[in-house]
């Protein structure tokens, strides 16, 4: 699944957790990407160019972030601090949802 941070696929804000129809392995996906979503919006100077691909595996996931040039440094942070704790906070909410999630930086 590949999607701009213009919009996502998941449910609206609000009615993630509270809808029953969707399996939990969609809201925990749901869930991650809208937490990186909200991280590059905040952090990124042109977020509207990032890009999100999602590469489910059995119980992980892969999460790909296309970036400007520009960006890239700003979401690593000095001496990789800042990406480091994304993915940090990107795991532990996986492991919220007994899954495994993982993030890679394309350029």
Not at 68 to 75: A, H, K, N, T
Request: glycine share 6%; proline share 4%.
């Amino acid at each position: 699944m590949r999607s701009g941070l213009k919009g996502s696929r998941c449910a609206p804000q609000g009615q993630l957790l509270r809808d029953r129809s969707t399996s939990p392995r969609m809201t925990a996906d749901c869930v991650m990407r809208e937490f990186l979503e909200f991280i590059i919006r905040q952090l990124a100077e042109f977020p509207d160019e990032a890009i999100i691909s999602e590469i489910p595996s059995g119980r992980a996931v892969t999460f790909r972030l296309q970036l400007r040039q520009s960006d890239v440094g700003r979401i690593i942070g000095r001496n990789g601090q800042t990406i480091q704790a994304i993915r940090a906070l990107l795991s532990s909410s996986a492991s919220r949802h007994n899954q495994r999630a993982t993030l890679e930086i394309i350029e």
